[in-house]
């Protein structure tokens, strides 16, 4: 399937970014070369999701260079730069992951931007076999010939480089004709699911409802939905998984009425390095992202917010890991560890 849309792109002198908080009211690209544009627009979520982020920062650790090279900055401004891009979102590991890839290949200005190029051509290659395996899992395993679907957050296009993990599934078994629909959470505070994956799929012509977060449980339980598929921030050595808040209520609730629980993710995104979902930090967002609704405020003027990002959730929720590599089935007991290459 031909799949135009690129969240990031390298310009010959910058980044390029579909601006994500536009969506999908209008398509607007943002084109970045320096450091504080870029950490600004990954922090207010221009560019989002794991391993678009990791392509961005790749990329902005070129931006850093020339920014260095045309403002004079001395060593250790350029390396200040490089760890606030690289510190930009705590969570999704890929951002850490894909800096650290490239960094080290300075001061060679064409080798650091050849890396991050190969980085985005590995996440396009690692989303096209994703969809495969994943899908293959799931022919194999169910036998409806149509399947329900239950996505939360965006883990499409828009967040990696080609057709995304969680949404490469949903598009393999769209393209197989063995999809019925796809119930997309809106993903509460920032609407990831109504305004992204929504889009996306709408472009598509993939059949879709969106639903409150708050359907998810009773849409899992009632029987609606044969498979839920998210993506992931982090995957760690035990097969815990950081992604958006809200993914543990599914898969507590996937794990009550025996759905399969499946998360999508590249193989960047398993972190060794991190034993247990219990040494994730997770990203604290401003209180205005809850507390204000369509420019209206929400709650009384007193109130304060509770917003975390992502949340864990455990290893033996989770049914399955499919990465481009492999499917590991986690609650199982086959966990990421001991066989990861990167
Ligand atoms: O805060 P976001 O929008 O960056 O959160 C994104 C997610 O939680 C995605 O599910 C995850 O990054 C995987 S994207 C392929």
Not at 148 to 156: D, I, K, P, Q, Y
Not at 251 to 261: M, S, T
Not at 283 to 310: I, K, T, Y
Request: aromatic share 4%; glycine share 8%.
């Amino acid at each position: 399937m031909a799949q135009q849309l690129q969240a990031v792109v390298w310009t010959g002198t910058g980044v390029r970014v579909i601006d994500q908080t536009r969506l999908p009211g209008q398509l607007v690209y943002l084109d970045i070369d320096t450091v504080d544009e870029l950490v600004a627009a990954i922090r207010r979520l221009s560019v989002r999701g794991a391993p678009a982020l990791g392509v961005a920062g790749a990329l902005g650790v070129v931006v850093a260079m020339r920014q260095a090279d045309r403002e004079g900055w001395s060593a250790g401004e350029l390396a200040r730069a490089i760890d606030r891009l690289r510190g930009a979102r705590p969570t999704a590991v890929n951002l850490a992951w894909a800096v650290d890839q490239v960094a080290p290949l300075m001061p060679d200005g064409a080798a650091v931007l050849a890396a991050a190029l190969r980085i985005q051509e590995q996440d396009a290659a690692a989303n096209r076999a994703i969809g495969r395996l994943g899908a293959d899992w799931l022919q194999a395993r169910l036998r409806r010939p149509a399947l329900r679907v239950l996505t939360h957050c965006n883990a499409g296009a828009l967040a990696t480089s080609a057709w995304g993990t969680a949404l490469g599934i949903v598009r393999e078994l769209h393209e197989r004709t063995v999809l019925e629909v796809v119930y997309v959470d809106e993903t509460r505070p920032l609407l990831q699911g109504a305004r992204l994956t929504a889009w996306e799929l709408a472009q598509a012509g993939i059949p879709h409802l969106v639903q409150v977060d708050a359907a998810a449980a009773g849409t899992v339980v009632g029987g609606l939905v044969d498979v839920a598929i998210v993506g992931a921030d982090r995957v760690a050595a035990n097969g815990d998984i950081a992604n958006k808040v809200g993914t543990l209520g599914i898969a507590l609730a996937c794990q009550y009425a025996q759905v399969p629980f499946l998360v999508a993710a590249p193989e960047s995104t398993v972190d060794l390095g991190t034993a247990s979902g219990a040494s994730i930090r997770i990203e604290m967002r401003d209180d205005e992202e809850v507390l204000v609704v369509a420019g209206q405020r929400s709650a009384p003027a007193e109130s304060r917010a509770h917003n975390p990002a992502f949340d864990i959730t455990p290893a033996r929720l989770v049914t399955a890991l499919v990465t481009e590599q492999r499917v590991l089935a986690i609650a199982a007991g086959q966990v990421p560890a001991g066989t990861n290459t990167r």
